[in-house]
Every structure is written in C-alpha cells, then in structure tokens.
Nanobody
Framework: VQLQASGGGLVQAGGSLTLTCTAS????????MGWYRQAPGKERDLVAD???????TYADTVKGRFTISRNYPMNTVYLQMNFLKPEDTAVYYC?????????WGQGTLVTVSS
C-alpha cells in the first residue's frame, strides 16, 4: 500500500488546514487509517484514526479542534484541523494498517506561527 499525503503548510495560530491522504488500496481493505505527528525531539504520536465502520479516535490534545473523515470511493482520508496552535507544529504522517502490517506515508510539515 502506498500512502500519498498532502496539505501541510504554514498557518497562523487560530487558522485551519486540511491534510489529505490517498491510499493505493481500497480503504475497505484497511482496518484503520489515520494521522500521527512528530515534533522535533519528540516521539511520533497518534493524532486521530478512523475505522472502516467510521468510528474515530482522537488524541486529547486535538479533541474538539480536529476532525478525521474518509471518502471510500476516492480511497482518501482527511484531517480537518481548526483553531491550530503553535504546539500543533510537527511533521504529520499518514498511517494505515491492514491486519498486522503497518504502512506509512511521507510526512507533511505543518507549522503554526504564534
């Protein structure tokens, strides 16, 4: 599975960005898809993920600000990020899981200026 991520950029605090991840395989074949992020000097942490049935999980730090969604016909997962904060600055990675196998896309940098 190849994951193509896009949508990162520079935004002011309080602004919004939408990240897009397109998979080369049908989403229905993947047990979960989502986004992780890694800030400089920190570990890669889960931001949000979504199951095929649509249930989503969010990190506490983004609840109420970020929304993950998927478009099955387009094999695409979106992360709508609102009310961005400087602490959201990180490289964001698309992630997918099929059975025991994990797949990662290339990172996309999100920079939030204060």
């Amino acid at each position: 599975v190849q994951l193509q991520a896009s949508g990162g950029g520079l935004v002011q605090a309080g602004g919004s960005l939408t990240l897009t991840c397109t998979a080369s395989r049908r989403l229905i074949d993947l047990t979960v898809m989502g986004w992780y992020r890694q800030a400089p000097g920190k570990e890669r942490d889960l931001v949000a993920d979504i199951q095929p049935i649509g249930s989503a999980t969010y990190a506490d730090t983004v609840k109420g600000r970020f929304t993950i969604s998927r478009n099955y016909p387009m094999n695409t997962v979106y992360l709508q990020m609102n009310f961005l904060k400087p602490e959201d600055t990180a490289v964001y990675y698309c992630h997918a899981k099929s059975g025991p196998v994990h797949y990662w896309g290339q990172g996309t940098l999100v920079t939030v200026s204060s």
